[in-house]
């Protein structure tokens, strides 16, 4: 499987291919048996997930993808902590300076958090409001917005429209192609196969941890035998 810059790569397949343990493994909560992990022409395979998260990945679980009792405002602060070592441990703060990026100024946070509640603006009127008050779309939302904090380069979310209302589905779906627009290299992984097909430039259909078809999100959708066994007919 491969992700080129500026693309939307859809993942879908039925309950227990692979699908979460992919992205999973790719940002480092699950150490892969076999096989090489490459982002941006460096090896990766391995590394915990916030070194990956310095590097330029991003991560939206499909659960627990926020902090409820805090406000909006607070967690998209939580979201710019590996630009706030004074928040770190020690050993973070090393590797901070050694291969992060630049520390925010006050300035530029407050710009960032600008430029995610632009995209975001029904977040704007509720940003000291807590994030457990939300709506699931809302909620869903907030994980997105503090993913953006720090500018990724591949953000890889699981499951985003789970559970969500068909009307809140299409807003969400609608706010990730928003976020490929701006520049964000995009893995979907996504039950809403049709769905996440559209907006995709080029999808896989894993089965039992293979990839069985890949292709452009639009040849998936035309393809009878992708149709009959995975979209319904």
Known sequence: MYVDSGEIVTVIGPNGAGKSTLIKTVIGLL????GRITFAGQEITGMA???LVLRGLAYVPQSNNIFPSMSVYENLEMGAIARRPGWLTRAHRALLRSEGPPRYSKDEF????AHVLAVFPNLATKVREKASLLSGGEQQ????????????????IDE????????????IFAKIAEINGHGTSIVLVEQNARRA???????????TGTNRFEGTGEALLRD????RLYLGG
């Open 110 to 113: 407050q710009e960032r958090i």
């Open 141 to 156: 939302m907030v994980a997105l917005a503090k993913t953006l904090i720090l500018e990724p380069q591949l953000l890889l």
């Open 160 to 171: 985003p429209s789970a559970g969500l209302a068909p009307k809140l589905v299409e807003n």
């Open 49 to 51: 997930p916030e070194h």
């Open 31 to 34: 150490e892969p048996r076999a």
């Open 224 to 227: 009878p035998e992708v149709g």
């Open 197 to 207: 097909l559209k907006i995709a430039h080029r999808g896989y259909v894993l089965e």
